[in-house]
């Protein structure tokens, strides 16, 4: 793996992190997005990315396909305790595919985009969204990257 994540530079703290979480993935341990934080992590298979967000299960046999890894906000993991915190985790990662498949089944581009954008700014805030590659948005949602770049200088211009 190199040490940028689909066009992003990474610090050396956030490969060691990655690598970590990919080995964990890899070896198909089970971890839960801390529920208690804004955090996520974006997971990269090779025809899509999905985002798993606070309180979603990451590992197990979901994510046997992860080729790389990008952490959003400060993201923190943590081991299920209980076969109820297992199960509740399960059930938000669901949510969160969900929620996903939704944004996608708009059949128009730039208005997946821009659903996508404005989750991540509320999600999260927008200097987190701003630094996210296009390519993750796209991938995301089903579009182009050039798509996703289109949403976000029409978006500059409009708040200038």
Same mark, same amino acid.
């Given at each position: 793996?190199?040490?940028?994540?689909?066009?992003?530079?990474?610090?050396?703290?956030?490969?060691? /992190? &990655?690598d970590?979480?990919?080995?964990?993935?890899?070896? /198909?341990? #089970?971890?839960? &997005?801390?529920?208690?934080?804004?955090?996520?992590?974006?997971? !990269?298979?090779? !025809?899509?990315?999905?985002?798993?967000?606070?309180?979603?299960?990451?590992?197990?046999?979901?994510?046997? $396909?992860? &080729?790389?890894?990008?952490?959003?906000?400060?993201?923190?993991?943590?081991?299920?305790?209980?076969? /109820?915190?297992?199960?509740?985790? !399960? #059930?938000?990662?669901?949510?969160?595919?969900? #929620?996903?498949?939704?944004?996608? $089944?708009?059949?128009?581009? /730039?208005?997946? $985009?821009?659903?996508?954008?404005?989750?991540?700014?509320?999600?999260?805030?927008l200097?987190?969204?701003?630094?996210?590659? $296009?390519?993750?948005?796209?991938?995301?949602?089903?579009?182009?990257?050039?798509t996703?770049?289109?949403?976000?200088?029409?978006?500059e211009?409009?708040?200038?």
């Open positions: 793996m190199s040490n940028t994540v689909f066009h992003r530079q990474v610090t050396p703290e956030e490969k060691q /992190q &990655i970590e979480i990919l080995q964990h993935l890899h070896q /198909q341990k #089970l971890l839960v &997005i801390n529920p208690r934080r804004k955090n996520g992590l974006i997971l !990269y298979k090779p !025809y899509h990315a999905e985002f798993a967000g606070p309180g979603a299960a990451i590992g197990s046999n979901f994510d046997q $396909d992860v &080729i790389d890894v990008l952490p959003v906000g400060k993201l923190s993991l943590t081991e299920p305790r209980t076969s /109820q915190e297992r199960i509740n985790s !399960y #059930l938000i990662r669901r949510q969160w595919v969900k #929620l996903a498949k939704q944004i996608s $089944d708009n059949t128009v581009a /730039q208005q997946r $985009d821009q659903v996508i954008l404005n989750q991540f700014e509320h999600w999260f805030d200097e987190t969204a701003s630094v996210l590659p $296009d390519e993750t948005f796209a991938l995301l949602v089903g579009v182009l990257p050039q996703m770049r289109k949403v976000r200088t029409q978006n211009l409009l708040s200038q």
